[in-house]
């Protein structure tokens, strides 16, 4: 019997019940290029290796911004602060491209990704490798330029919900 007719061990709705405890930084993901501009929400997002700065982005291949990322080879990581749910949960659905982008203000980084004004951070990056797991591509990016935002309180999705992180020296 090959492998792919195995059985998994653990059932999907389990895995994710067990996932919804871990508690993770929100992001938009944004790209802009030749494919066009386009950004969603991802809270599978960490750090790889600081030398050279890498993180890794998950992005499920049927997303309809799949296309975009993955010609653009480029992308901003824009982690949210506290005040940005509705901002999330716009670029987190079925909603037109258009209407996410035009919900906040954006700069252009060196790439040419959105930087979202108000971000904790904002990591400009180039896609450097790509690897298929199941429904997901890991993307691997290589930081080349940052924003980072001293003033705002952070944002987690812990239990299916947001919980603002407070910081005791922003305002
Ligand atoms: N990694 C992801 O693709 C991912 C992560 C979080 C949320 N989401 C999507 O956001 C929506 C709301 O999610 P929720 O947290 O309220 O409830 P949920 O039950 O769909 O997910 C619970 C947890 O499982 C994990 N997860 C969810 N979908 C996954 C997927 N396709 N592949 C790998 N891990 C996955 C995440 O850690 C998530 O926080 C859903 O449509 C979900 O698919 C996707
Ligand atoms: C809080 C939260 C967190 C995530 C998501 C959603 C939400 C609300 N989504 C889903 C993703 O944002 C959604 O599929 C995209 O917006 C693409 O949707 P369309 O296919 O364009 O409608 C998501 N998708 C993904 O591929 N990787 C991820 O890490 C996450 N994380």
Not at 54 to 60: A, F, G, I
Not at 82 to 94: D, I, V
Not at 122 to 150: A, P, Y
Request: aromatic letters at 8%.
């Amino acid at each position: 019997m090959s492998l792919d007719t195995l059985t998994p061990a653990v059932e999907k709705t389990e895995f994710r019940n067990a996932m919804s405890r871990l508690g993770a930084a929100v992001n938009i993901i944004t790209t802009e290029g030749p494919a066009g501009r386009a950004g969603f929400t991802a809270s599978a997002v960490c750090s790889v290796t600081d030398s050279p700065p890498t993180l890794l982005v998950c992005l499920n291949r049927s997303a309809s911004v799949y296309p975009v990322f993955r010609e653009n080879m480029q992308l901003c990581v824009n982690t949210l602060a506290a005040g940005h749910e509705t901002l999330s949960n716009l670029f987190g659905g079925k909603t037109p491209m258009a209407d996410r982008f035009i919900a906040a203000e954006w700069s252009t980084a060196v790439t040419g990704s959105p930087v979202l004004s108000g971000a904790v951070a904002s990591f400009d990056c180039r896609i450097t490798q790509i690897v298929s797991v199941g429904t997901h591509d890991t993307l691997f990016c290589e930081v080349v330029g940052l924003v980072r935002n001293d003033d705002t309180h952070g944002l987690a999705w812990f239990d299916r919900g947001y919980h603002p992180l407070l910081r005791q020296d922003a305002c």
